[in-house]
């Protein structure tokens, strides 16, 4: 994906439309679902100079472009956070049957653990639930539209109702 490229007015108007801070070009573009046509360029070598685009700054573009168009994360944090519980508590329960079948005792760090890890893993899942209501007040906050209309088209014999414009 680049930042160049040959785009109609009406493409231009509809993004100058979005009024988010975080305006990543190349995403906008996709999302607006206008038609497309890609055409592979060989970009030659730098001859001078570097990349203004430090490591860090690569970072922050890759955290701003998965912040801005998807809540994934924050659901991935919920799976996380009860797989790590889920697993925690089949460990308890092994080592309550380990000391009830077979008389082996635990010793009281590894039952410290165990219940670490679950209350661990139940707080990323909560936090992954507060996460995805937030990204939800989020995505009504930028007030993006609903739909991207391309064209109208009407029907030269279509009868006119009151209030039809």
Known sequence: MANFGIYSRKVIDYFKKMRERSRLFPLFIRWLGFKN????????????????YTFSKKINLALDTIITMSNKPLKISIKLGFFISF????????LIVKYLVWNIPVMG?????????????????????????IGKVF????????YVIDEVVR???????????
């Open 139 to 146: 995505d009504e906050a930028k007030n993006r539209p609903l």
């Open 37 to 52: 046509a890609h055409v592979v360029v060989e970009h030659g070598e730098r001859t001078s100079g570097k990349s203004a």
């Open 109 to 133: 760090w590894t039952s410290m653990m165990v219940s670490l890890y679950f209350l661990g893993g139940i707080l990323l899942s909560m936090i992954g639930v507060l996460g995805v209501y």
């Open 87 to 94: 697993f925690s508590f089949l460990f308890g329960l092994w």
């Open 155 to 165: 029907l030269e014999n279509e009868k006119r109702k009151p209030g039809n414009k």
